[in-house]
């Protein structure tokens, strides 16, 4: 065997990054000062050959593979194998497959999905997101359903952002499918259902609806963010004991907000439970209890406006929400002002051209554009930002109902209303570029703020976790009263970018909504009250649509969504069984799964 000289130079995430490596031992400095865990140094396997046989180099690249798992494991090999051929910024090349054909597309698929989506918390940190996916994807039996729930986000994942979007599609339903039918076997063993695994498998099952989302997408993912409070709800407080359990039950408790906030359903538990020994970070934990406060607040806004009485005392109960929502709204400006320098956004550059004057091109709306120290305090910032929203559209409409027949936007409450959503909005346009990746190319204006470290790949580029965390605060956004038209078609924009280009196509559906907030639903809760005249034309006025983009939900719209779910079950029935030749009985494994989630919860002590 003929070597052509010295093993190359260089730790290898360094050379992932292509960034001078000093060669530091143990662990290279250039690592230690950007938080990474450095992976080490070639292997003796990594040769440059020369004058060999093609079977010798296949040889060769298979026992480096090898040598490299046994040393480091999976996530070592795509900081060296995959982050460099996979990396989003060159993610959009859809021949990537065929030029590095040494690799199983499972293992590019499972790469991909990390480096995009598992926000691992750098060294001193809490920050996190599916962080929990790598340990469970190191255990040495991993259960299927897990399994299968993982291959199936990583192929979809692949497939939007690399392939054609056609080809993996099926395998990445088949996988969706097996996951389905394995979470339901192990849901009937009452001790597999409370296992760290079972609750992951159900929460990346979420995720891929939101990745692929077809037509049935949103109300299915819905279910399985249902079904996942279900679990944490049975497994108790011991899951907070360990590191996993404790990552996975904020993970619920955070798609649980977006959740109640987005169909007005009431919180499961209360704010107290979610909140009490959970807390990593004091200002995030924070932000999260007065959100799960405003989600109560607006089921009982709902409730309470959907009465056709208006009798002295009602009126009352209504005044007094109204006054509860103003002092909730109060807490939620005074948490802003008590925030840390880390929390805190910067305003790093100003934008005033749009190209071609298309709005829907634009990667910055004309104005400021701010930073942020990392994805995660983007996400907490917009999530607050997201509840004022709602909260400010409570107060309009209890404004509104209780000075009917009189018009609300002459009330000071629609006045403040109109000024905090307006700069809601302002601020949320803002941060969208930060989550986008527009600084992968302009670092030299970041100064204090930093990427976030995922599980592996390259971190300055354009990541499709920033997209999936961005799609709740722009649909929010999408559909307010107080949003101009140039920021309307932004946004619309940003949805299809994220949708087509980020791999989330949930974002895709956001487009199509025409909802408008809060009149559409001061108009619903007048239906309902004397001084308003009945409209036989208001159901299609609210079309299906608001209830899958994630306006609020009354009672008489309950038989439509009734329907609605029925026929999507049918439909996700018919597209598991052409992508598996079998009949897929989907709907037989919701219902199933429902009643054994119930029995489990209410079992639990």
Known sequence: MVYCGKPSKGCQMCRSRRIKCDETKPTCKQCSKS????????????????????????????????????????????????????????????????????????????????????????????????????PLMKM???????????????????????????????????????????????????????????????????????????????????????????????????QLRTKVGLAMFIAVRTQMIIHSLSTSKCPVMGADWWMNDTIRDEHASECQRLNIIIGELRAEANRLLAAPTRSVDHVEKVSALMTRCKVHDQACADWATNLPEYFLPKTVAWENRVPHKDYTKAEVYPGRVDAYQDLWVTSIWNMMRCSRMVLASIIVRCAAWVSAPVDYRTTPEYATAARTCANAIVDTIASIPYQLGWFAKRRELLDQANFSTFGCGEEDAQKGLGGYFVTWPLSCIYGQDYITDSQRLWVQGRLEFIGTQLGVRYAHMLTEVNVRVPSMLIRRDGLVSNPYPQSPDFEKLLSGKMASAGAETTSPLLNREVAQRETIQRQTAELVSKAMGTSGRVDEWTAKTWLQLQHLSTSET
């Open 35 to 134: 938080h990474r865990i450095c992976p080490g140094y070639k292997d003796e396997f990594d040769l440059v050959f020369r004058n060999e046989t093609q079977a010798t180099e296949r040889r060769a690249r298979k026992a480096s593979k090898k040598a490299v798992f046994q040393k480091y494991g999976k996530d070592a090999v795509c900081a060296d194998g995959f982050s460099s051929s996979l990396s989003p910024a060159s993610s959009a090349d859809s021949s990537i497959i065929q030029t590095i054909p040494q690799f199983p597309v499972e293992e590019q698929a499972a790469c991909h999905f990390v480096s995009n989506f598992v926000l691992v918390p750098v060294q001193g940190s809490v920050r996190g997101f599916m962080e929990f996916v790598v």
């Open 140 to 238: 040495d039996d991993i259960p299927q359903h897990f399994k299968y729930a993982f291959e199936a986000c990583s192929l979809a994942s692949l497939n939007n952002r690399v392939g054609t979007g056609n080809d993996f599609e099926k395998e990445s339903l088949g996988k969706y499918t097996k996951a389905l039918s394995a979470t339901y076997a192990a849901l009937r063993d009452p001790e597999v259902a409370k296992q760290d695994a079972t609750l992951g498998s159900v929460l990346l099952l979420g995720l891929f609806e939101n990745i692929t989302a077809r037509h049935v997408g949103m109300l299915a993912w819905g279910s399985h963010i249902e079904g996942a409070i279900q679990l944490a709800k049975a497994r108790g407080r011991k």
